[in-house]
């Protein structure tokens, strides 16, 4: 699975090597798209989701749908699972202004299949007092995961671990900070397993 944040939805292809596009964001210039591959897994249904917005989107609108997520078949296990893509309000908003953002994404993606396991990997935008954070999504029944090392150095002041994953019914057996690219965000690389030790990996 690859999972996008920030892109340019318009120019996205198809096809990416052996990942196709299962769909992205159309109405927000901060684009969400999840990729898969056909020969592991077979899309069932794939749906964008508008968040409470912060100052920052009601003032300059930079984002509608800050969640995507596809309902997927795993071929390997036969198995449904539920894979979504994340984007948090910014820095300019409140932690408790994205507490509620996740609360409310993890309940959007229950409405997808309300006893699958689910991944939701993206850009938290939440660096600092993360104990609150992983206090707050256990209680709801999610797991928190972070990467092996921080995801964001472009600035002193603003390093550390933005983007990280929450799970409920699967294993997180390893999340990677892998080098960086054209973003100001390093990618993370997730692998997960079901109880039955079927591997799955998914890139945001």
Do not use: W
């Not at 409405?111 to 699958?116: A, N």
């Not at 983007?163 to 690389?189: E, K, R």
Request: proline share 4%; aromatic share 8%.
């Amino acid at each position: 699975m690859l999972c996008l944040q920030e892109c340019d939805t318009t120019s996205l292809p198809a096809e990416i090597g052996a990942l196709h596009l299962a769909d992205s964001t159309k109405r927000n210039r901060l684009g969400l798209a999840v990729y898969y591959r056909r020969d592991r897994f077979t899309a069932i249904e794939t749906r964008a989701f508008a968040l409470k917005k912060s100052l920052h989107d009601r003032v300059l609108s930079p984002a509608h749908e800050r969640l995507i997520g596809t309902r997927l078949v795993d071929a390997e296990s036969n198995r449904e699972v539920v894979v979504a893509s994340f984007h948090a309000a910014p820095l300019t908003a409140l932690n408790s202004l994205r507490r509620n953002q996740i609360r409310a994404a993890h309940a959007e993606l229950r409405t997808m299949g309300e006893d699958l396991p689910m991944l939701m990997v993206g850009d938290y935008n939440y660096p600092y007092f993360k104990d609150h954070l992983t206090t707050h999504v256990t209680k709801s029944g999610y797991d928190l995961s972070l990467s092996d090392t921080t995801t964001y150095t472009r600035y002193k002041f603003f390093k550390g671990h933005f983007d990280f994953v929450t799970s409920v019914g699967l294993d997180i057996d390893n999340v990677s900070t892998l080098p960086s690219g054209a973003s100001d965000h390093m990618p993370i690389l997730v692998t997960a397993e079901y109880p039955e030790q079927v591997r799955m990996r998914s890139i945001a």
